[in-house]
């Protein structure tokens, strides 16, 4: 008699366990509430946390309390048992009425490839599908095969911890709350060490296209300086630092060419920000692109990167420093995301 074949999972073979949760934040919540509601939040054993759902102690349960952990909602203080962290109990028993909204943000955030994706996009609409897709596979390590399952946890987290924005236009835009949560805005350190593995040193320009009347040209010194030597580069803008004698135009054109990056500021649709982002795109230079009003946006460029800020937040200002540097970086490490792409892709 042959012997009888194991059943295909279905399961690719030798693949390794996913490193993001495999819930969206608040299904991972199910493990913890259950402990709360029925155990008075005490440890239990896996045993017991299954008898609590009405599950088997193994598979899809074992998935769950790993989803809860990477979530921090769960500890394992010994090998077999449970126990509920502050933060889990600071979601199901709020005793103020942001502690749930903090608690889940905290844990999205926290969470292994999806707080990543949220540093990366936060302040910025979601790429659409194909260059999200292409993003999470490069840069993050998600295997194609599990994007669908990714995103859509992605998503729901976000939107249950209150982190999106669906714009008008069926854009989603990723709220930044980087001041809110601890452990969100890249450190100085982080970012000098990403910035080396660009290549990039202070002799390197990054130029900034930007009109020069206030209060946006005021923006140059507080905002874009700062956030360009964060980023471990040398700031120039062309009224400040290469408009002399001769033809404007001609030092505009070097200085563009002679960029390693350029940031953009479109607010207020200036024509010759316009004007000079279309010789950049030319050149195929990586360009940051910055507005804090999504309608001055061309809409042939809004496939690129766009970091969106809104002055009525008290925090601006340091967010703003923050993102534009990091989006600089990544520019320079992954020019193919700053880089006009035209609809044939060439």
């Not at 600071?90 to 889940?104: F, H, K, M, T, Y």
């Not at 969470?111 to 936060?122: E, F, I, M, Q, S």
């Not at 040193?201 to 923006?219: R, W």
Request: net charge neutral; proline share 7%.
């Amino acid at each position: 008699m042959a012997a009888r074949k194991p059943q295909n999972s279905g399961k690719p073979k030798g693949r390794a366990a996913p490193k993001y949760p495999r819930h969206s934040v608040e299904k991972a919540l199910r493990v913890p509430r259950a402990i709360l509601e029925q155990n008075a939040g005490k440890e239990c054993t896996y045993s017991d946390a299954a008898r609590f759902l009405g599950l088997k102690p193994s598979g899809p349960l074992n998935t769950e309390i790993s989803s809860g952990t990477k979530y921090g909602f769960l500890d394992r203080p010994s090998s077999g048992h449970l126990q509920l962290t502050e933060r889990a109990k600071r979601i199901l028993r709020p005793q103020e009425p942001s502690a749930a909204i903090d608690g889940l943000r905290e844990a999205v955030l926290g969470a292994p490839v999806l707080g990543d994706v949220y540093k990366h996009y936060r302040g910025e609409n979601l790429p659409d599908p194909q260059f999200l897709d292409n993003a999470l596979t490069d840069t993050f390590g998600v295997p194609a095969s599990d994007l669908p399952e990714f995103k859509a946890i992605f998503l729901e987290s976000l939107k249950a911890a209150h982190l999106v924005d669906e714009q008008e236009s069926g854009k989603v835009r990723v709220l930044d709350v980087s001041q809110q949560v601890s452990g969100v805005v890249e450190s100085t350190e982080v970012l000098q060490k990403v910035a080396k593995t660009a290549k990039a040193t202070t002799a390197d320009s990054c130029f900034v296209l930007m009109p020069f009347g206030a209060p946006l040209g005021d923006h140059y010194s507080l905002i874009y300086e700062p956030a360009i030597r964060k980023a471990g580069l040398r700031g120039v803008r062309a009224d400040a630092d290469i408009f002399a004698t001769g033809k404007i135009m001609d030092q505009v054109w070097s200085g563009i060419n002679a960029a390693k990056v350029l940031v953009a500021e479109m607010t207020s649709r200036n024509p010759n920000v316009f004007y000079e982002l279309g010789i950049a795109h030319a050149l195929k230079k990586p360009v940051v692109l910055v507005s804090s009003n999504e309608d001055d946006v061309p809409f042939d460029v809004r496939h690129i990167r766009v970091i969106y800020y809104e002055v009525i937040d008290p925090f601006w200002g340091e967010k703003l420093i923050n993102k534009v540097a990091e989006n600089i970086v990544s520019a320079l490490t992954n020019p193919e995301e700053a880089i006009f792409r035209s609809p044939g892709g060439q």
